[in-house]
């Protein structure tokens, strides 16, 4: 099983990014995926989350509006739009996957600054 973020990079506020996450070795439509971050001194938190087919979405509050999150379950992708990046988006974020099991990936850095 293997989970792969990629897309993360510095940007200054009010930039975009978008994070890929991509999946193997398990049955990834049958799966709900979610993103998160930690950043430094503070626990890891949920940002968005899809259901298996694509059709619900939970967003935390303070990215609502922001991110975007989508999947292309032909591919074994999810992915998260970020717009209007603020320094307080800084952290790494983590894809995961819930089903039978969790799985996690390994995290790639976003870095919000001027």
């Known amino acids: 099983v293997q989970l792969v973020e990629s897309g993360g990079g510095l940007v200054q506020p009010g930039g975009s990014l978008r994070l890929s996450c991509a999946a193997s070795g398990f049955t990834f439509s049958s799966y709900a995926m979610s993103w998160y971050r930690q950043s430094p001194g503070k626990e890891r938190e949920m940002v968005a989350r899809?259901?298996?087919?694509?059709?619900?979405?939970n967003y935390a509050d303070s990215v609502k509006g922001r991110f975007t999150i989508s999947r292309d379950n032909a591919e074994n992708t999810v992915y998260l739009q970020m717009n209007s990046l603020k320094p307080e988006d800084t952290a790494v974020y983590y894809c995961r996957a819930r089903g039978s099991y969790y799985y996690w990936g390994q995290g790639t850095q976003v870095t919000v600054s001027s």
């Open positions: 899809i259901d298996s087919l694509g059709g619900g979405t």
